[in-house]
């Protein structure tokens, strides 16, 4: 993100990417029915790691949301071999094989801050919490590809309500795991780790605002933030965080990474709005990824049930 500006997303970055994903998706069918012999151990020993079938176990009791939108889904194979997780690689192909040795057993999540009482939970009582829903969402990243994904987790303001915050908790911030020897990325001050990204706390408890640990019915992929992440689907991607350790409530606006690294071109609030530009780029117009035209974005990626949260605000100030 830091690194690019419009040109480089519109040639080196978007178009080849989609020839590459198509010529794999094409590969994985060619495969798959060569391999249809063999055993499974011997399918995914030969496979390109790319195109290996997910193993990824199901979520039972998965629950439709009428949050979701009945717009055609991005196919699983795009959305866990083109991410944005800097802790891995800033290359968006590499974290799906980076990532692939991850520990997500066991891990706990540390609750602290404005709370009556610190906690710290195993990341599979936090996800027993409430009942899993698939919620069919929008995912806009700020450099201006989007995707659309059935993500699997409950609303975020279940556990906010179990976690006591006290009066005091203005924000919530989560934090991602620090831990160069798992990921490489962060061997590299590319970015200043650990990750920390941050809401208001009325943003945090809009329903919207999901805890998320699965897609496509299975348990996350660790590209895609296994084994907990946040989505928020009227903000750019950057506000998600991935693989969260720690949830932190605060009095103050918690300093996330993007604005401490680059404060005239990513603010807190983040919210996708195509009336202002990146100072590099326009934010009007999206590429869904699989598609050649592009497509207007539209404010609060088209989610106006959290305009609420910010009357009276400038969102030209804050971006
Ligand atoms: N910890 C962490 N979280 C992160 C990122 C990251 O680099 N590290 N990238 C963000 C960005 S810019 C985007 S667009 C989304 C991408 O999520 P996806 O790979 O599941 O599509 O993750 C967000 N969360
Ligand atoms: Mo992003």
Not at 41 to 60: C, F, G, H, Q, Y
Not at 276 to 302: I, Y
Request: a positive charge; glycine letters at 6%.
């Amino acid at each position: 993100m830091l690194i690019r500006d419009s040109s480089d997303i519109a040639s080196s970055e978007i178009t080849p990417k989609e020839t590459f994903l198509s010529r794999r998706t094409f590969l994985a069918g060619a495969g798959l029915a060569g391999a249809a012999a063999l055993t499974g151990v011997a399918l995914r020993n030969l496979a390109d790691p790319a195109i290996t079938v997910s193993a990824n176990a199901k979520i039972e009791g998965i629950q439709k949301s009428s949050f979701s939108t009945n717009e055609q889904q991005t196919p699983y194979n795009d959305v866990s071999h083109y991410n944005n997780f800097y802790e891995f690689s800033t290359d968006k192909y590499e974290p799906a094989d980076l990532a692939k040795n991850l520990k997500t057993r066991p891990w706990t999540v540390v609750i602290d801050g404005e709370v009556k009482k610190k906690l710290v939970l195993d990341v599979d009582a936090i996800t027993k919490m409430a009942s899993p829903e698939e919620r069919i969402y929008r995912h806009r990243c700020v450099e201006g590809w989007s995707i659309v994904v059935p993500w699997v987790g409950y609303s975020l303001n279940n556990l906010i309500k179990r976690c006591d915050p006290t009066s005091k908790a203005k924000y919530v911030e989560f934090t991602t795991l620090l831990d160069p020897k798992q990921m490489p990325g962060q061997r590299i001050n590319v970015l200043k780790w650990p990750y920390v990204e941050g809401l208001r706390m009325d943003e945090a408890m809009h329903p919207l605002a999901l805890l998320c640990f699965g897609m496509y019915g299975e348990v996350l992929p660790n590209q895609d933030g296994a084994p907990l992440r946040v989505v928020l689907p009227w903000k750019y991607g950057f506000k998600s965080a991935k693989s969260i350790v720690r949830i932190r409530f605060t009095r103050d606006q918690p300093y996330n990474t993007w604005q401490q690294s680059a404060p005239a071109e990513y603010g807190f609030y983040a919210n996708v709005n195509p009336n202002v530009d990146h100072p590099r780029w326009s934010q009007a117009k999206e590429r869904r990824l699989g598609e050649f035209l592009k497509r207007p974005t539209l404010m609060f990626n088209g989610y106006d049930q959290v305009s609420g949260l910010y009357s009276g605000m400038d969102l030209k100030k804050n971006y």
